[in-house]
């Protein structure tokens, strides 16, 4: 009963026959990598995929893993019950219950179990074969007879009568064996060749998954360490702002106390000024001149110049001292530039097309940033100019992160990309994208965009109706990636290969066509 329950639990729920070569989808449900190859190839032009048992849908076709342990316990199955490796075909003759057949009639086109067979006519005209449930097909459909050769000419299997008397009379036959081992020996060339090119495209499925999860851990990096620097210029915007508006206290309350003591001193100044004022007035109100005359003249009484003292040192009794305050915020200002720096080269460089590569029909504008096309420019002939439509940068490129961008609005054949200095000048690969030193992205008459290295032409699958590209190299991590600077930025494709020579921005335009270096190539370092 266990064997049984086992039994059942090998079954693919597709062919409801014993696993052949498992596989597991991301739900965890087991398949035939047939099977589910089938049924992901019908869901193809639906854009979703499911999983036949639960249904689970995923937008991207599935990556089929292969199940090891499935595989071995099915393998081990089968060596300890052999009778189990029957394809469900039973005896014809078992009506009570059902037998595995051990062999098909062709004649009779009955299956037979090992009982039946050993009473079973041994007369030539009835032809054994392994166990099969298409016993018609192995008759002649004209002779109704079995079918015995292989016609190579129409490459059919036929009987005896169509090579004496039929239509294939005269042709060249082989058996049905050795056309069947001919056969068995392409398909194993081409499996083999299958074999090899599945397990590339796992490697590079893994590939992918593996730069997946480290452009994954990357930005999570560079969210902690964004998230680590706005940290520590809060703290330090809070402290500064804490010393700014306590200076500002302090030096409020100083001059206040300060302007306070001052105002004291005028109050009893101008108390003293009243009292001599009053006595004044008394003495010039008086009709007894002997009494004025005999007032004693004392400086005091006609000091009128000690008044301006005072006021000459009021006016900068309440001044703040503005340039303390400057100084603290100037702090604030070399913190945000010292962060600036950290990440981003402050000034971008111009990017300089170098007019002694550019080819014969390449105009290359005054300010070294423009290439069109004119035809018989009459270049001096160099061994560094190109042959073809094409020119590359003066300046190259051998470490750290840089972008530029490039205005394609008034071209509608041209390529955009990148080249090593030894690529060659003339002949067919001298194209950037048509060799193994240069990768690009360019777009034809027919408004396809596409990305080119080494003859290896990557469509790009969606419309883009964009005026300007941008690419991007990150040189120790070997990638090159191209956007369309649309809305929003889209990315088309990124490059990652073993750099081995340094590299130059270089352009390729078609008849008619101007391109732009519209941005200055920007650098940065420092983030992961």
Known sequence: ?????????????????????????????????????????????????????????????????????????????????????????????CVDSPVPAAKSCLHCEASLCDK????????????????????????????????????????????????????????????????????????????????????????????????????????????????????????????????????????????????????????????????????????????????????????????????????????????????????ILHSLSSTITGINTGIYVQEPIDILLDVNTAGNNIHISGDRSTASMLPNQRHPLTLERFQCNQVMSTRKFSSRRHYWEVDVSKSLDWRVGMCYPSIDRGGDQSLIGDNNKSWCLCMGFNYQYSVRHDKTVIPIADSIACDRVRVYLDYEAGQLSFYSLCDPIRHLHTYTAALTEPLHVALSIGWGGCVTLSGRIRSWENLP
């Open 116 to 327: 039946h067979l050993r009473v079973h006519s041994k007369s030539a005209e009835h032809v054994l074969s392994d166990p099969t449930t298409a016993l018609g097909n192995r008759k002649c459909s004209v002779h109704k007879k079995v079918l015995e050769y292989y016609c190579t000419e129409d490459t059919t299997c036929i009987c005896v009568s169509c090579c004496l008397i039929g239509v294939h009379r005269g042709h060249q036959m082989e058996s049905l064996d050795e056309a069947s081992e001919k056969k068995k020996e392409k398909l194993v060339n081409v499996l083999q060749k299958l074999t090899t090119q599945r397990e590339e495209t796992e490697k590079r499925v893994q590939s992918l998954q593996d730069l997946r999860l480290d452009v994954q851990e990357r930005a999570a990096g560079v969210a902690l360490r964004v998230a680590v620097i706005l940290r520590d210029l809060k703290q330090q915007w809070d402290g500064l702002a804490i010393r700014v508006m306590s200076e500002i206290s302090r030096q409020k309350e100083t001059a206040s106390l300060s302007v306070t003591d001052h105002i004291r001193r005028m109050e009893i100044r101008k108390d003293e000024l009243s009292r001599k004022m009053r006595h004044i007035e008394e003495l010039c109100n008086m009709s007894d001149t002997v009494t004025v005359l005999q007032e004693p003249d004392t400086g005091d009484l006609y000091d009128t110049n000690v008044t301006k003292r005072p006021y000459t040192h009021v006016h900068c009794v309440g001044d703040l001292e503005v340039g303390l305050i400057s100084e």
């Open 1 to 93: 009963m266990a064997s049984a329950d086992l039994r059942q639990e090998l079954d693919c729920s597709i062919c409801l026959s014993i696993y052949t070569d498992p596989v597991t989808l991301r739900c965890g449900h087991n398949f035939c990598r047939v099977c589910i190859d089938r049924v992901l190839d019908t869901q193809e032009g639906t854009g979703v995929y499911s999983c036949p048992e639960c249904r689970a849908v995923c937008r991207e076709r599935p990556a089929l893993q292969r199940n090891i342990t499935l595989c071995n316990i099915v393998g081990s199955f089968l060596s300890t019950h052999p009778d189990q490796e029957e394809t469900g075909i039973f005896c014809t003759y």
